[in-house]
């Protein structure tokens, strides 16, 4: 089986190192992106990067930047949808997004009933959709629906955040009457769930929802299920929490770690204006490929499936984690990280040990460097 290829013909494993590690060696600013792997893979990664002065990020982190910018400014209310099928016996599901990016969430909850709490077990579950959109759920579900454009969504919330404050209020994009129903849908929660993409309104949006939920939590329980379309990017950026200090957008080239929301992005560093002159692209997950796609500049591959090797410099199949190798993953239900067994155990090298071995080229190793 050909494992390695260097500008598109078949090479061994030992001889993609070697150019790979010239890549490196020519290279004054590496950017470390995709980062579509396990735990251990991410891991390898961050510190490949720390060791080579590189520049890492996920390839679809602006899904999730929103999100992790305004829970840092302003803090935020989040639970796991394992914790909120229990508990809330309220879920206010915002934007058009929210329904489709999150229909699994939105299945789980409706084919669940609350089971904790006196207050929650009473009232059973209701939803209350807030959006353009109609949202398919469970026939058998009770679920309203306030018609709102997305754009509108924010000032919406900032109606009900003044209601509840018991400030007046003018008309705004969808009337009094239902800023009234969605005060009080939220008011007589035991415990309420807010459903909605960070995607779709953005860091100053998500602080506005996030800001609603602290609002309710002076006079009821209230948490914020934010649903991602790129799981796997909510685990990169905690990772990289835990072991650089910052949820990705990170530099080594420094040595210290240094973070710039701006400056370090994929979009910048893949655009023309980015410092990036060599790209580490590794996408090893099952199931849809990396967002990052182009190779306008000399790129080292590293993936399960790595269709068209003749794009890149130099690629990599290695074993899917999950799939051809157990691994531990982000897991959104749970809000946490998971074990996953390997049901195919391919025999591959996996993610983690290739870039380990990519470090081994540039003196070392990436365990060595962690």
Known sequence: MEIAWIDGKPATRDEALRVAGDLFAKARQP???????????????????????AIVDHGA???????????????AFLAAPAEMRRRADRVLIVGDDAGRVGADVLKLLAETKPDLGVETRKSGRRFLALSRQAVAIDPGSDISHL??????VVDVLGMVRAKLAGRRVAEGPVGAGAVETLAAFL??????????????????????ILGLAGDLNDMARVSTLPVVEWPDAMGAALVATWTSGFPLRVSFGRGAAEHDAQLYSTERQLSDEGEADLVVLVDALAGETSAVSGFARPTIVIA????????AKVVFKVAAAGRDHDGVLYEPRFGSFVGVTGKNQSGLPTAAETLDALAGTLGGTAAEAA
């Open 31 to 53: 950017f470390i992106c995709g980062l579509r792997t396990d735990v251990s893979g991410l891991r390898a990664a961050l510190a490949l990067a720390r060791q080579a002065g």
């Open 61 to 75: 982190s602006s899904s999730i930047y929103g999100l992790i910018s305004a829970a840092r400014d302003a803090g």
């Open 147 to 152: 018609d709102c454009a997305s754009k509108d």
């Open 187 to 208: 008011g007589e929660a035991g415990f309420a769930a807010i459903v909605f993409s960070p995607a779709e309104f953005g860091e100053i949006g998500t602080e506005m």
């Open 304 to 311: 399960d499936d790595p269709a068209g090797p003749s794009a």
